[in-house]
């Protein structure tokens, strides 16, 4: 049985073909530099709430990208700098792993969660365009696991950007929390129902998970051999 987490929905739900290649038949993804800056500035934040000093958790992070050639010390210590945190302001890499529902067959979902204090969670991002927290259901999800590991019925759930020292913030009720948590059992029923299909015939692949062309096409590895086996290809508008 597949553990879910938000980004493997998230995908399914973008290109189910990068889905299956990724997920099921296992086809390995090229370290972007935007995955590598993104676990290096990550790290290095979670050091400096451990209580590391600012160059050594850099170093760290760093570290964690494996010294990636596109990554500088530099660029990582700007963006972790830029963070709103102090030493031991809560619980980092707050990891949870839970059933959907209370169904014995449910899906489980798993996550880590960069900060933790009380009743807020903070996710950190060092992607270039900010959004909203709502515009998709990640920290609604992160909202609900708080709730279900604290016992509380309201969460203070934030998207902060880096790059811009801009936060998006939403006061999650039960109520958000249970669509987000609605959407990602859907989501991983379809899939669990469709890795069945799947098992029994084959031959049915690229039906069950088709290619979806979009702008996500662009940073897809799998672009190009997505085109020449469905001849589709993301034609942006002028």
Not at 199 to 225: I, M, N, Q, V
Request: charged share 30%.
């Amino acid at each position: 049985m597949m553990i879910y987490s938000f980004s493997r929905l998230s995908l399914y739900e973008t290109c189910p073909y990068r889905f299956r290649l990724k997920y099921i038949d296992g086809r390995e993804e090229p370290v972007t530099k935007a995955l590598a800056l993104g676990k290096a500035v990550h790290k290095g934040i979670e050091r400096v709430i451990s209580g590391d000093r600012h160059e050594e958790a850099v170093l760290k992070g760093w570290a964690e990208a494996d010294f990636h050639p596109e990554v500088s010390f530099d660029e990582i210590s700007e963006l972790v700098e830029k963070a709103p945190i102090r030493p031991h302001m809560g619980e980092t890499e707050v990891y949870f792993r839970l059933p959907l529902s209370d169904s014995p067959t449910a899906p489980e979902i798993q996550g880590y969660i960069d900060l933790v204090s009380g009743n807020a969670l903070v996710d950190w991002k060092s992607n270039r365009r900010p959004y909203g927290v709502l515009d998709n259901h990640q920290v609604g999800l992160y909202a609900w696991a708080v709730s279900r590991l604290r016992g509380v019925d309201q969460v203070e759930g934030s998207l902060y950007f880096l790059r811009y020292q801009k936060e998006s913030k939403h006061l999650f009720d039960r109520h958000d929390m249970d669509r987000s948590r609605q959407w990602a059992i859907e989501l991983a029923e379809k899939i669990d129902e469709k890795r069945l299909i799947l098992d029994l015939a084959p031959e049915k692949a690229d039906d069950l998970f088709p290619a979806t062309p979009s702008g996500a096409c662009r940073h897809c590895p799998f672009a190009a051999e997505c085109f020449k086996k469905f001849g589709l290809a993301y034609l942006p508008s002028s």
